[in-house]
């Protein structure tokens, strides 16, 4: 039960992690680096930098590289204004051109859109959120109040969730590509250069941000394992029998990796249908949901 987790945790902060990392059992950079290796790297040739970090847990690794590149900016640029910044960014990252489709898919999936998936229509953090609250309530009462909110089981459930899933049905690659654009909105995670300000700012400084960077990698090692157990393709028909089978692993996963409970998904549950539904509509013509997107 959770309140043995926390008796560990006042003795030995860090000795329970398998995996998985919650973002908010970390009291600063110093003391997320007891769990993980970060190097700096820079190349004076052709000004590159890039950061490596690495997590060793139970029996596996997990390394992620964040290079310089487009960043989400380049992207609202490009949506938002005229010709020549969509012209910049297909020249910037011939990538963003070639899997268009994927990236259109993948902005449908995370964000609610009633406009085109109807009424009370679901999104990635409306998984993750319904997630944390499959563990029963007298555990979530049990923990520290950090770990209920937003930056905490909610968010390693929206980072894991997500990378899992767009690994599974699309690519690593893909995944791999998606988490690198959100991360390089903040520029010094690359370099290292953190202000005192950035330091001390556990919501949205480097602890959350290395953290996030870590969990989608574990993420994405989890939605290799879950497209070979059950098949998945991007051609797959998504029942909710089969989207209640996925999440119910991911939950499993959790169970192990943070040490707490969790009611299991059933199909007949709302969320299930209404996503199932969601996940094929996106996988067909996704310009036919939309056309001016």
């Known amino acids: 039960m959770v309140s043995d987790h926390t008796e560990r945790d006042s003795a030995h902060p860090h000795a329970y992690i398998q995996g998985a990392l919650l973002g908010t059992k970390f009291r600063s950079l110093e003391d997320l680096k007891t769990v993980l290796k970060v190097e700096y790297e820079a190349s004076r040739l052709f000004d590159q930098k890039q950061v490596t970090i690495t997590h060793a847990s139970a029996g596996t690794e997990v390394t992620t590289i964040l290079e310089t ?9 490009a949506r938002d204004g005229g010709f020549w910044d969509r012209v910049s960014l297909a020249v910037r990252s011939p990538y963003t051109l070639m899997n268009r ?5 993948v902005y449908y999936l995370s964000r609610r859109i009633d406009r085109i998936f109807g009424e009370d229509d679901v999104a990635f953090f409306d998984i993750a959120q319904t997630m944390m609250f499959n563990i029963p309530a007298e555990d979530l009462a049990a923990m520290p109040t950090r ?5 905490g089981y909610i968010n390693t459930f929206n980072h894991i969730n997500a990378q899992a899933f767009m690994t599974s049905v699309m690519s690593e690659d893909l995944a791999d590509f998606i988490a690198d654009v959100h991360e390089r909105l903040f520029p010094e995670l ?5 202000s005192e300000e950035q330091l001390a700012d556990l919501d949205e ?4 941000n290395y953290v996030d960077m870590i969990n989608n990698e574990w993420g994405q090692e ?6 070979d157990k059950y098949g998945i393709t991007r051609n797959t028909e998504w029942t909710p029998e089969l989207l209640t089978q996925y999440l119910n692993d991911l939950q499993e996963y959790y169970e192990w990796a943070l040490q707490i409970e969790m009611k299991p998904y059933k199909p007949n549950d709302a969320l299930m249908i209404k996503y199932a539904t969601k996940i094929n509509k996106i996988m067909g013509d996704v310009d036919a949901l939309d056309p001016n997107l």
């Not at 590149?69 to 640029?77: A, E, K, T, V, W």
């Not at 690359?190 to 953190?194: A, D, L, N, R, S």
């Not at 989890?222 to 497209?227: A, Q, V």
């Open 222 to 227: 989890l939605g290799k394992k879950l497209k």
């Open 101 to 105: 489709d994927d990236l259109v898919r």
């Open 205 to 208: 400084g480097p602890v959350d």
């Open 147 to 151: 770990d209920t909110t937003e930056k």
């Open 190 to 194: 690359i370099t290292g250069q953190f």
């Open 69 to 77: 590149g487009i960043d989400q900016n380049d992207f609202r640029s």
